[in-house]
């Protein structure tokens, strides 16, 4: 069939991307780095934000939206942020096209209907918000502000992939106020742990929680917390990030508030946010050579029913016992899909419901309906089983829970596996190129240590791991003593 | 108190602006013409995302999403389309700023980072989606495809007014393929029903049915479809529009299809939207000088309860019953909030509740309690009843429904009370001005009298009801013969 991919053995780059547009998840489109999500990829995206929703509800955050654009003036108010992300902008110059008078048909951008102030295309919204917060808070009964926001950003970047990296993205950006530093410094811990809760117990992806290093930081905050996990491949990704941003945008934006006695205070910040890139982790975390492999959690379909028969009449005994189990499956909450289409043969459905990661196959036969038998398939080991429809319900209820755990520990395994302590320069080196994967090493804290061995190695610090050991050591690059060890990587 | 508003009698259009900011809807922002939609204002448009994305599933629809920006080889490439939306349109020239060298802190457009060819940020996507359908659509094995996207876009008007008319707003847009002609039309006539209903039955506002005329037809379309409801100031608000958009598209970007029988045929197409305008006909079909009135079904808060009390035990008391019927009300899915703050008066919440258009409120006094009764008010009547505790739950469960279908009913009566058959142009003008409203009146079918006629009074042909009476009669303004009436208005 023509939907085979590259492996991962052959080029792990290409089967990832063949892997994206073949399972149907998305494309590439005809604006430079941008990508077209489609249905089924964004059915997967729909079951992310609607965990992650209820789990910032629960945590007390409303939604709200804020505008697309940000006045240039206002962009540059907390330097920076602003340096951060200056270089990746997309502008809005113009507000008008007008016909080309020397090419009938065709538009031009009117000079006339130029912007008195040019705007920015929001790559995150701190700006906008903090200048909406200075109206929203003037004493300390108006905090703490628990705001989330659902939105497209842009960040005009050079080499763009699929889900991991494109000029135009779909995130949640929280952005809270507060009016202490202990208060928010306690909202950007448990934002993270709700992150690191999803990543692990929806998306069955194992991670490091972190703090980044001044290096790595979020440009205009304080602190950066992160997590960090590690791919098939041996290379990290960040899945999601919680900024402590101090007084940094309050001063900037003069947001202050009035204390209980009568006290004039800047207000205190958070920001937080994961997007559409979490939808790379998911492929690259699970999938195998034959496709997509997706966790019961997340899939929006969880089941399919193929039948095999002969004839209508085939059809017609084996559909009836497809329906009552389907019915059956949907009342436990299982999401199932019946494919009886006679346009496609058993065995096209099978690699096609295999490409695109459904965790269980049940196949019925005309022979199955005389021993009350059903195969059912697992998509993560690819193991196939005859069982009685007696029960199945439940069998398959089981089944997709130890998918689901089957899959964390696979990963959890893997990046346990994958994770070396290192106490040379040489070592880390040979680790790096030939093991790949999370390397713990002594640094010496400085910047400059850590910017030299990104440049000989590509390699940059993840983070320092929450919660770490400490333990004397020196710095595998200066010699220097050194207090703990780090979480380097190759990352994406 | 200071949130106070103008009443309608006053003036109507501060009324609006003052509720939609003080009742915390939505603001204006920083940013030319763009709104904040606040917390509050976004949980009831989340209420609509969801029955109406809900609605869309039920028929078939999938979700996904395509990027913002769209190349201006692409925009311009159906060329009514273009020429409709090129006067307001965001267009992004630019991809970095850099310091600014004469202005330390102080950031400038980089003239080196022109883009070859400008973007231009959606006014609506039918352009990006039909250049990438052609990718999608090989044979009719590949159609229909029932596409939907909820987005931001933009369109850059000059007079703006909050949810009514934003230069961004949130919205969702359909856009389908079919083989035939007959299923695109069914499409579409299909998608005018599910805005009909979910307008009426979700909103509470009626809505009469109708196609444009030529004149006011989407830009791009053969058939424009559209539900127009009617506002309190006798103005009317176009809901939704569902677009019969033909073969135009398939052929700007030569969208073919494989028929069964091996032929190559264009494609048809439909596009379908609403937008976070229903938030300002929400508003402005229901609430009154007191503040919002919003219909159960999409009140994010269906029931306030205030406590009355003396002291920490008299609270005490009054929480214990308040929160048994919070419980018993969240049993049958009511959503409740139990307002137990002390730092603000019972007068004051009631104040704020009635500004906010919570449904219900029950206030619980410490004398109540003796009685085992409560009060409990409506918001769309300003009654209050006391009631025995004893089965309250399905007493408030039951007043919902009734609330939802009072504030219909009502609206409905008005609606009808404000449309007028007019036979005549002076009586025409003279309605408009005094009684203001819908007029069904007789038209020539020319585009020439219908622009002769808003030029004189500023009233625009709403639609041609479907299932319009037919009945012959002179045109008002030009006397020629006629076989129907059309409904005129002055519109938002």
Redesign the interface.
């Known amino acids: 069939m023509s939907k085979e991919l590259t492996t991962r053995a052959e080029d792990y780059s290409k089967w990832y991307n063949d892997l994206v547009v073949k399972a149907d998840l998305a494309?590439h489109?005809?604006?430079r780095g941008?990508?077209?999500?489609?249905?089924y990829g964004?059915?997967i995206w729909?079951n992310m934000q609607k965990a992650l929703d209820k789990m910032f509800k629960d945590t007390g955050h409303?939604?709200?939206?804020?505008?697309?654009?940000?006045?240039?003036s206002?962009?540059?108010a907390e330097?920076k942020n602003?340096?951060g992300f200056?270089?990746?902008?997309?502008?809005?110059?113009?507000?008008?096209?007008?016909?080309d008078p020397n090419n009938k048909?065709?538009?031009i951008?009117d000079p006339e209907a130029k912007l008195e102030e040019?705007?920015?295309?929001r790559p995150t919204s701190e700006a906008?918000i903090w200048?909406?917060y200075k109206?929203w808070i003037q004493s300390y009964?108006d905090l703490p502000i628990l705001?989330n926001q659902w939105?497209?950003v842009?960040r005009?970047e050079m080499r763009t992939r699929l889900f991991l990296r494109t000029a135009?993205f779909?995130w949640q950006e929280g952005h809270t106020a507060h009016a202490t530093k202990e208060e928010a410094i306690a909202e950007t811990k448990q934002m993270l742990e709700v992150y690191a809760d999803f990543v692990e117990n929806w998306m069955a992806v194992p991670v490091v929680k972190g703090v980044k290093t001044a290096n790595e930081r979020f440009a205009g905050a304080d602190d950066t917390y992160c997590i960090e996990a590690l791919m098939q491949d041996g290379k990290a990704l960040q899945a999601g990030t919680s900024h402590f941003l101090g007084q940094n945008f309050a001063k900037a934006f003069d947001v202050k508030y009035v204390t209980k006695d009568n006290k004039q205070e800047y207000v205190w910040a958070t920001s937080w946010g994961v997007s559409t890139r979490l939808m790379g982790a998911l492929v690259m975390s699970h999938s195998d050579d034959n496709g997509l492999v997706l966790p019961p959690k997340l899939a929006s379909i969880q089941v399919v029913i193929v039948p095999i028969y002969k004839g209508d009449e085939g059809l017609a005994k084996v559909s009836e016992v497809a329906n009552d189990i389907k019915k059956k499956l949907q009342a436990k909450g299982i999401s199932v899909k019946y494919d009886d289409r006679d346009?496609q043969r058993p065995g096209w459905k099978f690699a096609e419901y295999e490409l695109k990661g459904i965790p269980v196959r049940i196949a019925i036969g005309e022979r199955d309906l005389a021993n009350g038998t059903v195969e059912v398939a697992r998509r993560d080991t690819l193991t196939k089983e005859t069982v009685s429809i007696e029960g199945i319900d439940s069998l398959i209820e089981n089944l997709l829970t130890e998918i689901q755990n089957n899959l964390f520990e696979k990963a959890k395994a893997r990046t346990q596996q994958l994770t070396t302590k290192v106490d040379s320069f040489d070592e880390f080196k040979k680790i790096l190129d030939e093991k790949t994967g999370f390397i713990l090493a002594h640094w010496d804290g400085t910047s400059e240590t850590e910017e030299k061995i990104k440049e000989e190695t590509k390699a940059t610090i993840r983070c320092i791991p929450l919660n770490n050991e400490q333990e004397t050591g020196v710095c595998i690059y200066s010699g220097k003593p050194s207090t703990q060890r780090v979480l380097f990587a190759r990352a994406y």
């Open positions: 494309d489109s005809a604006v941008c990508m077209v999500i489609k249905p964004y059915s729909e409303q939604n709200a939206y804020f505008p697309l654009f940000i006045p240039k206002l962009f540059e330097e602003a340096e200056a270089k990746e902008c997309a502008i809005v110059t113009h507000y008008r096209l007008k016909t048909g065709k538009l951008v040019e705007l920015i295309v906008i200048n909406t109206s009964r705001v939105a497209n842009v005009w135009e779909l346009s």
